[in-house]
């Protein structure tokens, strides 16, 4: 009887085991004939709700099902996008696929994409969301968004396991991104996608990846990536894999292959490969009894091997997949509450359709024009891009992502954008009291500029740079600081404007060149000019010059060819050696400013304004400096650069200029050279294609 329970229990054991088999067999049968579904990984839910049953909501099923069914000839480097709608119910939509995935894959995956988002209702009601798959990422957006670089909302994933020995495994890593990321920034052809592989020891390798959205270009698609890269530290440092996921860019690493590459080298030997995929045929219907059975019959006895092989695999190597943990930020994000981008019809009218009566001045790169938003009663300045002006696309683009996330008192504040056919528009806060040198410069209007208001402009410029350099999260190099990027409030604060030029630097980032050189002469470094080298001491060169504009009351271009000096700088430097520099200062200032703090503001221009870039000082050395400045400092300038009696010969390498075009109030001559020096005609240059 004992012995009969036994066999019973044994017998019942078997009996559980053939179902379970049967059960996961007829399981593969069905994914046998089931297309696979991506691995989903993120979303973002953003901007305002929309009502249900609304156009808005009409237009975003009708994009989403253009999305769903677009035809693989039209999905271009894997990246597709469309708009459907009239303002204010218009919707942007686009689609971007890995760039080692098939086609059809890619089909599939923003199939599902759209479902997850309708049906599934991840983001029900958001009129911005963004869905992140293994392979594909999908995005809809009330407002415009093509073609502009955006590095916020971001998302961070990293393994929970961590690798043996993180010191080491540090740089080869970061070496690894940074290479391949270089790859993307040099190729010729559009993808934006470059994957990769280094040794890390004779039993590890790791694999990278890394892509950008197909529709920005590749120097921007390389300071999205640089920028992701660096924040390793806070997303994955020592852990066996990790990525960061940006709209516009993303990075993965691991260390085994996760990506389709033909030069991938074959797993570690402890690694067991997953079983090849059983063959695709098609899925049985009620006439096709015979070729079921045939299925099944071929499927059952390859099942059962495969789930012995899983479970001696199982038993003995104890191997289990990492899962991963998520975490994200929104930090600086473009405000989601207002979208930043206005209908154009809105902003010319504000402006009275661009009236000449409301023209508030032109420069280089078109006019600017006072305006009135009808819904606020807000007063704005609108800076309509010319469209044969330098500032092309890319500039564009710099100037709306970098002020829209920089906030300072002393800073512009962007209040939007407007897009529309070839017509560019930046929206700003409107400064009633224009820009410095429409009134620094003005014969009647510099009385208005007593010391007490000059030496709070220059305090205020160098608080606002310190920003831009030390305390915001974006390290920035501004490039064509001067007195017409100043602009005034009502009260006289002065606000850095005009971020066209701008780059990003980052964090630990000293230096960098270029082969074009962008800004104005006579406020750009000598090693700016001669090698195409910048970095935060150029804008502390600037800040220099415009000082000195900002206590005498002239233009530096203004002594060119002139009795007195060579230069505003020669000038300056000249008295400063007699021991007469409060001589420079503006006659209308002489008999009014502080004598000490007259000569504390001379010291330091003249600091910053020194030839070599090491011997300037830092922006938060300079408020420091400013602000409890008693005469005594020990640091004494070297001649400026540009100065008659410099050691060097100025002489510019003019194959870096493309070109220039005039402003406004500015020399509009050439720059001429003479064996020692050369003049500095204020001539603004255009950087038509920035690295």
């Known amino acids: 009887m004992v012995i009969g329970n036994k066999n019973m229990g044994c017998f019942n054991h078997v009996i559980v085991i053939f179902i379970c088999l049967f059960w996961l067999a007829n399981l593969l049968i069905t994914i046998q004939f089931t297309t696979a579904q991506p691995d989903y990984v993120y979303h973002f839910c953003l901007g305002d709700n929309y009502t249900t049953n609304s156009t808005f909501q009409k237009n975003l099923n009708l994009l989403l099902s253009s999305l769903s069914s677009a035809d693989l000839s039209i999905i271009d480097n894997g990246y597709y996008n469309t708009t459907v709608g009239r303002n204010p119910d218009t919707i942007y939509g686009s689609l971007q696929c890995r760039g080692d995935v098939s086609l059809e894959d890619c089909q599939s995956c923003v199939k599902t994409g759209t479902e997850d988002i309708n049906t599934n209702g991840r983001c029900p009601n958001s009129k911005q969301a963004i869905i992140y798959y293994d392979v594909c990422m999908l995005r809809y957006s009330n407002w415009y968004y093509f073609n502009i670089m955006q590095d916020r909302p971001g998302v961070y994933l990293w393994n929970m396991n961590n690798i043996s020995s993180p010191n080491q495994f540090r740089p080869v890593l970061a070496k690894l991104l940074i290479d391949i990321a270089g790859e993307v920034e040099t190729k010729t052809d559009p993808t934006n996608f470059a994957t990769g592989v280094r040794s890390f020891d004779n039993s590890i390798k790791v694999y990278g990846l890394v892509q950008c959205i197909a529709d920005i270009p590749s120097s921007s698609c390389f300071q999205c990536l640089f920028g992701a890269i660096t924040e390793i530290p806070d997303c994955c440092d020592g852990k066996r894999g990790g990525r960061v996921i940006r709209p516009s860019c993303n990075w993965r690493y691991e260390i085994y292959p996760f990506f389709e590459s033909p030069s991938i080298p074959p797993l570690p030997p402890l690694l067991v490969s997953p079983p090849p995929p059983l063959t695709n045929t098609t899925a049985p219907n009620a006439k096709g009894n015979n070729s079921s059975k045939l299925a099944i019959s071929i499927v059952v006895p390859s099942a059962i091997t495969i789930l012995f092989a899983i479970g001696f695999w199982w038993f003995c190597f104890r191997r289990k997949k990492s899962k991963t943990k998520k975490s994200y930020y ?106 410095l040198d429409q009134i620094l410069f003005d014969p009647i209007k510099c009385t208005q500029l007593d010391w007490e208001r000059r030496y709070k402009i220059i305090g205020g410029i160098a608080r606002g740079l310190v920003y831009l350099h030390e305390e915001s999260r974006l390290k920035v190099v501004h490039r064509d600081l001067k007195a017409s990027n100043i602009l005034l409030d009502s009260e006289m604060n002065p606000k850095i404007a005009d971020f066209g030029m701008a780059r990003l630097f980052g964090l630990d980032q000293i230096q960098d060149n270029t082969n074009r050189i962008v800004g104005t002469y006579g406020y750009m470094a000598p090693e700016y000019i001669m090698h195409g080298e910048f970095s935060v001491k150029s804008d502390v060169f600037s800040f220099g010059v415009l000082v000195l504009e900002i206590l005498c009351g002239q233009k530096n271009s203004s002594f060119h060819k002139s009795d007195i000096a060579r230069d505003l700088l020669s000038y300056a430097w000249r008295h400063w050696n007699n021991r007469s520099a409060v001589e420079i200062l503006d006659p209308i200032l002489k008999d009014t400013c502080s004598g000490n703090e007259a000569v504390k503001c001379i010291h330091v221009a003249l600091l910053c304004v020194q030839e070599n870039a090491a011997d300037r000082p830092a922006m938060p050395t300079v408020v420091q400096m400013l602000n409890s400045y008693s005469g005594t400092n020990p640091d004494l300038p070297l001649a400026p650069a540009f100065f008659a009696g410099s050691t060097r010969h100025m002489e510019p390498n003019r194959s870096l200029f493309l070109g220039y075009s005039g402003e406004q109030g500015s020399s509009k001559n050439e720059s001429t050279t003479d064996a020692a020096t050369w003049s500095v005609s204020e001539v603004t240059v255009t950087e038509i294609n920035p690295r």
């Open 330 to 435: 929104v930090d600086d994000e473009i405000p989601s509450s207002e979208s930043l981008q206005f209908n154009f019809g809105v902003v010319s009218a504000a402006t009275d359709n661009f009236s000449e009566a409301n023209k508030l001045g032109e420069g280089g790169f078109g006019s600017v024009y006072k305006g009135t938003l009808s819904d606020s009663w807000q007063e704005i300045a609108v800076k309509r891009l010319s469209k044969n002006s330098g500032q092309g696309e890319q500039e564009f683009k710099n100037e709306v992502t970098l002020v829209a996330k920089l906030q300072h008192r002393n800073l512009v504040k962007l209040v939007g954008f407007s897009l529309a056919g070839e017509e560019k528009l930046l929206i700003y806060e409107y400064m009633p009291n224009g820009s």
